[in-house]
């Protein structure tokens, strides 16, 4: 047969046609087959494929390979590291979407790491101290100096993203980190305080043989409540790790740690051990995972 049958990772998926990376690091862009086409799957950046390449070099992608983990925003699949870009100020964080994509990167088994970017703008203190005492590796950064970037630089390994709201510096700390990709990067719209979405596609970059990093279009608020990224039962067990030295000095043993009397998790956030910011968005998480199932 002349056609060969190859497995290849997804670098890039734009406008319908994919850049596959084969074995021995060449890229080359295909179609998705007609089976994969008609069984509906939607493959993404970091997928791992099964392809055909054919003698004229044209590319079938004939199959999608297990995944690790696959995420809607940022699309992608089989991540190690998400780093969860958060601007001090121009765009002001944004907790419960911070604590979020911690919840799901916790349930999907990918390493959380977070970066407060802009501190040349406002102080990090807050940010950094809620998510440190919460045992976060926290990195502040500022995007268009070098200073502190050897040591994020240090911390990428494996597949990695960086993820977080529009206008928050994602691209530009990319640049900064690797000035070969030349990412393009918007402004911060003074109407609305927030980034362009300048970033519109998610594209693997390959830093060296093992390590890739991926530039993520922002977002605004992640919706992981219909693509089952996150469960209850996972938001108790894996999310929130900063809970789990209280959980088992509660008085009844299945508290839920959200208002019960005699919750240890409670007593915490009020000796301001636990950051409140946390357990208010725990409960505002459980609320919307409970309200999702009982409509199931
Ligand atoms: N003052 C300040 N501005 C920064 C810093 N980092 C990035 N910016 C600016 O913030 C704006 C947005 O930066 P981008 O890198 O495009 O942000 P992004 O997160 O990639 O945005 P999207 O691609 O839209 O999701 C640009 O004007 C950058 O110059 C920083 O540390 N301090
Ligand atoms: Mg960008
Ligand atoms: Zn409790």
């Known amino acids: 047969m002349s056609d060969n049958m190859q497995n290849g990772r997804v670098l890039k998926q734009q406008n319908g046609l994919y850049t596959i990376e084969d074995e021995n690091g060449i890229s080359r862009v295909g179609n998705a087959g007609s089976k994969i086409r008609k069984e509906g799957y939607k493959i993404l950046a970091g997928d791992f494929v099964e392809y055909i390449l054919n003698t004229d070099n044209s590319i079938f992608i004939n199959s999608l390979l297990e995944r690790k983990n696959s995420f809607i925003r940022p699309p992608v699949a089989n991540l190690d590291t998400l780093f969860i870009v958060v601007a001090t100020d121009e765009p002001a964080p944004d907790f419960y979407n911070i604590d979020s994509m911690l919840s799901i990167t916790e349930a999907n088994n990918v390493n959380p790491i977070i970066v407060v970017n802009k501190i040349d703008i406002k102080s990090q203190n807050e940010i950094c101290s809620i998510y440190e005492k ?47 990709l030349l990412l393009e990067v918007g402004e911060i719209s003074q109407r609305i305080q927030r980034g362009k979405n300048t970033t519109r596609i998610t594209e693997l970059f390959k830093i060296n043989k093992d390590t890739y990093v991926a530039d993520t279009p922002g977002f605004g608020m992640i919706d992981f409540i219909n ?70």
């Open 134 to 180: 919460c045992g976060y590796k926290v990195y502040s950064i500022c995007g268009n100096k070098e200073d502190g970037i050897d040591e994020l630089k240090n911390s990428i390994e494996g597949v990695c993203a960086f993820a977080g709201q529009s206008g928050v510096g994602k691209s530009t700390i990319m640049n900064q980190l690797f000035p070969e």
């Open 227 to 296: 693509f089952d990224l996150l469960t209850l039962e996972q938001l108790n067990e894996k999310a929130f790790p900063e809970f789990t030295p209280y959980k088992n000095n509660c008085k009844f043993r299945n508290c839920t740690h959200l208002k019960e009397e005699s919750c240890a998790v409670i007593s915490a956030v009020r000796e301001n051990i636990i950051p409140a910011s946390r357990h208010e968005n725990f409960i505002r998480l459980h609320d919307e995972l409970s309200s999702k199932n009982q409509y199931k």
